[in-house]
């Protein structure tokens, strides 16, 4: 049997034009950022948010009110999902260690992780108020030890988002904005009169915001390409249709443009989970949106064997892989390809994105091949050193030195080696030569 789509999503073709789009809005937008700083940036949050306050920093007066808006149930979750969260980037931050090793008698090397010196975090909310994100983006940065964070996120209906701020309050941002697209990410890349740039951004967003994090790459750092959110459901028999369709659904919501795939070796669940996505569609509230993604790029693949499931499966490198078989840790251990695995039916994609402590923002558009999401490890700087303390080590590793210099043609790079050797060897090489 080859591999069988039952259902597929909107043609390649189609999607390349609708990135052609997005790129050509970002570039001119980046650069109206660029020429005009703040002037730009008001009239974008203008015409696409219909925000315009007078200072989009929010005082901690503000900060205080809007917290205060929230109940104790509210603010006790938020508290309790930022724990989770920055339990496990202590627990990753521990596990990278500064080295320091001997590696020939009197040659020393070493590397120390350094924090990333400013980090722009981007928080979407135009469509849903994402309070996760502070924790995965803000209170990561803080396990690391960055020390100035600045979050940006959009007015949502209009005004500043109570959870969303207090999350990034609480997750220890030293300035926030509210900004949101392309206007903020420009802004804290580029930087204006008001808004200092930063060294580094983060954070999920639009295809808009992705891409312009993509522009951006190269004078500021980015964590990675983390646009429109993708899920995967990797099923077999041991579950039922109910379970991958409230899966795919789950995640299709968040956008227009989300995809969703099932992939299966079941034709039977695969049609059962057709069936069930149609009936979950009326009566989901946010059906709407859901139902755009699922029509244009939810996919239904049949395969014969776990084998090609998997092969499937790394090849389209997904955000989102909830795995339900009767192997869960075969595909773990096989897997190479992907942004987060949810391994079984008692865990979901929707606990990673809000509380369960891994983090959320993950590698979209098969950037899975090359990178794993946002961590503590992001952002710090593994930067080497070396140090030689004596006569002899400095003579020896001069002398290789020199010669391979030579070999490559590099004479001033071979003088650099040959000056040691003189000076602490002892020993009189002509200028220019390769030592003996």
């Known amino acids: 049997m080859t591999i069988e789509h039952l259902k597929r999503g909107k043609p390649e073709a189609d999607r390349a034009e609708d990135d052609a789009r997005v790129r050509a809005v970002v570039e001119t ?41 929230l109940s104790e149930r509210e603010l006790a979750d938020i508290r309790f999902a930022q724990e989770q969260v920055t339990k496990f980037a202590q627990a990753q931050r521990g596990s990278m260690l500064d080295i320091e090793v001997e590696t020939l008698p009197g040659v020393i090397l070493g590397h120390r992780n350094i924090p990333v010196q400013s980090v722009g975090c981007y928080v979407p909310g135009g469509k849903f ?24 996120t959009p007015p949502f209906g209009g005004k500043p988002n109570p959870g969303v701020i207090a999350a990034m309050h609480l997750g220890g941002a030293h300035e926030i904005y509210v900004l949101g697209g392309i206007q903020a990410v420009g802004a804290m890349a580029i930087g204006t009169a008001t808004i200092e740039p930063v060294h580094m951004l983060v954070g999920p967003g ?167 999401g946002l961590w503590v490890g992001k952002f710090l700087k593994t930067h080497s050193y070396q140090r030689v303390t004596t006569d002899e080590a400095a003579t020896l590793i001069g002398e290789y030195g020199s010669r391979l210099c030579m070999l490559e043609g590099f004479v001033g790079h071979a003088e650099q080696c040959n000056l040691r050797v003189r000076r602490y060897g002892g020993k009189n090489i002509a200028y220019g030569a390769a030592a003996e």
């Open 29 to 69: 937008t980046l650069a109206d950022i660029e020429a005009r700083g703040d002037a730009a940036v008001r009239e974008l949050s203008e015409t696409f948010d219909k925000y315009t306050p007078a200072s989009f920093r929010l005082t901690r007066g503000e900060i205080d009110a809007l917290i205060g808006q």
């Open 129 to 152: 108020p994402m309070v996760a994100s502070a924790h995965m983006s803000v209170a990561t940065a803080k396990v690391a030890g960055v020390p100035r964070i600045i979050a940006c």
């Open 206 to 372: 639009n295809a808009f915001v992705a891409e312009a994090k993509r522009q951006l790459f190269g004078r500021v750092g980015i964590d990675l390409f983390a646009g429109p959110t993708e899920t995967m459901v990797i099923a077999d028999e041991t579950v039922d249709a109910e379970m991958c369709a409230t899966d795919l659904l789950g995640q299709a919501e968040h956008g227009y443009d989300s995809p969703a795939v099932l992939v299966t070796n079941s034709r039977k669940l695969a049609e059962e989970t057709l069936s069930e996505i149609d009936r979950i569609l009326q009566i989901l509230p946010t059906a709407e949106t859901a139902r755009t993604s699922w029509n244009d790029f939810g996919e239904v693949i049949l395969c014969a064997s776990h084998d090609e499931m998997l092969e499937v499966a790394n090849d389209i490198a997904s955000e989102h892989v909830q795995v339900m078989t009767d192997r869960d840790d075969w595909y773990l251990q096989n897997m190479h390809s992907y942004g987060a695995l949810f391994l079984g039916p008692r865990t979901n994609v929707a606990n990673g994105d809000k509380v369960i402590g891994t983090n959320h923002t993950l590698p979209t558009r098969k950037a899975g091949r090359y990178t794993g």
